[in-house]
């Protein structure tokens, strides 16, 4: 479908520009003023990665088996607790004019601020809310039993890491 129509078919009177569901995620994380467009997937991974790390995070819903909206959201604190886990990568080095070897560590994890859900023509999202401590759901149309399959979720927050060195002189 083309943009044109797109804009036509919109659910949003006041700007066909951006679909309701998609704009009320890109307020959420306060990335609604970055993009013209918000009516496809591609159109709102892209206004949140104007501001925050995206990362598609599929592999860790299948590993949990959330295949609902609400088993995702009953959920949330597993799949934060998973995405937070440290990632370690090592590189070997050899300098040929020192004589010296070593090896690069790097320690990643991420920092989830929230997911955005992606299911059969909807998106919400789940965010933390740091005051209460509590996750907070973004959803237009918000039912109280949600058994929505869910197509694809992105973890939106920032990603940590930080690098060791092991040198060795021969």
């Not at 990632?87 to 010296?100: A, G, L, Q």
Request: with cysteine; net charge positive; proline share 2%.
């Amino acid at each position: 479908m083309s943009r044109k129509n797109k804009i036509k078919r919109s659910n949003n009177a006041d700007n066909p520009n951006q679909n309701i569901c998609a704009l009320a995620v890109a307020e959420a994380f306060g990335v609604a003023d970055d993009v013209r467009y918000l009516h496809v997937r591609s159109d709102t991974i892209r206004a949140l990665r104007k501001k925050y790390t995206v990362r598609k995070r599929d592999s860790f819903i299948k590993k949990l088996k959330f295949t609902t909206v609400n088993q995702l959201i009953k959920g949330v604190n597993k799949l934060d607790r998973e995405c937070q886990k440290e990632r370690i990568s090592r590189k070997e080095y050899w300098c040929p004019t020192n004589h010296v070897n070593w090896t690069e560590k790097t320690i990643a994890w991420d920092d989830p601020l929230g997911f955005v859900v992606f299911t059969k023509g909807h998106v919400l999202a789940i965010k933390k809310n740091w005051k209460e401590g509590r996750w907070k759901l973004i959803d237009t149309a918000y039912r109280p039993s949600n058994k929505c399959r869910v197509h694809q979720v992105y973890m939106v927050g920032q990603v940590h890491q930080y690098k060791m060195e092991d040198i060795k002189k021969d």
